[in-house]
């Protein structure tokens, strides 16, 4: 076998947690119309890698890094011209375009976390059970739900927001997904096996 040379990228840091978000965003996704606490659980550990991640963007090893992948307007539309006359520039760490897809990500999730302890909130459970904008919503129109078995407005409202979150948010994972193939396809290399084993071929 041809000798290759391998340049680490992504730590076990990021790698740890790209394929546990991927497992519980999608576990979470489809239990989200059931009791069980399975959903919450789920959304409970999201909430904790998340927390890991944007600490670890500060701190964490050189790729893992905000400051290595948040790049200006010049590099974002170099980036994606210099793909589109397929001769794309190559980076060790997240491209320009990819970076910004990151980023919108996790602010997503974030927004997917924060509307999800508002509903549990709603409901009586979780931190946010009885904080003030949950109560302030809650007190508007309330009282003829108390008992009635029915979700209450407040509820009814964070759900529509954590229900629109979510389905945003699948909607920019498939094009992370279509992302992360076709850049693999021109840049000839595997990215998908660099985030499962940390390496990629020094060029
Ligand atoms: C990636 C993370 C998450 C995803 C993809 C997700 C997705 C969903 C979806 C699709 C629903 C159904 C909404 C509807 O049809 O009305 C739902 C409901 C719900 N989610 Fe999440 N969720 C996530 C995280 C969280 C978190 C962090 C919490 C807070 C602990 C949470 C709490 C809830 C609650 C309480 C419901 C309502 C369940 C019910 O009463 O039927 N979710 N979620
Ligand atoms: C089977 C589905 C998925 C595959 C194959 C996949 C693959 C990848 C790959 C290869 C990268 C590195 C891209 C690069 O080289 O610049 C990456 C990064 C990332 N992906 Fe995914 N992904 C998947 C699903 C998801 C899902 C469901 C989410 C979140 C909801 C997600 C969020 C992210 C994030 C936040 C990063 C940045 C990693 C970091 O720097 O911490 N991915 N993904």
């Known amino acids: 076998m041809e000798h290759e040379e391998l340049i680490k990228v992504w730590d076990i840091g990021v790698r740890v ?5 991927v497992v519980l965003f ?5 239990t989200g119309e059931d009791d069980s606490l399975v959903h919450i659980y789920a959304g409970y550990a999201i909430i904790g890698l998340l ?3 944007i600490v670890w963007g500060f701190i964490g090893t050189r790729h893992a890094r905000f400051s290595d992948f948040i790049y200006g307007r010049a590099a974002v539309l ?4 210099s793909l ?5 520039i190559h980076y060790a760490g997240h491209n320009p375009v990819g970076g910004l ?4 990500l996790l602010v997503l999730l974030v927004g997917i976390s924060w509307s999800g302890l508002e509903v549990y909130g709603a409901q009586g459970h979780g931190p946010l059970a ?3 904008m949950t109560m302030i919503s809650t007190a508007v129109a309330d009282d003829d739900h108390e008992g009635s078995g029915k979700d209450s407005p407040a509820e009814k409202f964070w759900e529509e927001i954590h229900e629109a979150f979510s389905n945003v948010t699948l909607f920019f994972v498939l094009i992370h997904f279509s992302g992360v193939i076709v850049t693999s396809l021109v840049h000839r290399e595997n990215l998908i096996r660099a985030m499962i084993t940390g390496y990629k071929q020094k060029r």
């Open 17 to 21: 947690f790209h394929w546990s978000l």
């Open 26 to 30: 999608f576990i979470a996704y489809f």
């Open 51 to 53: 927390a890991f991640r």
């Open 78 to 81: 170099g980036y994606a011209s």
């Open 84 to 88: 589109i006359r397929r001769r794309p």
């Open 101 to 104: 897809m990151v980023i919108l």
């Open 130 to 132: 009885g904080n003030s």
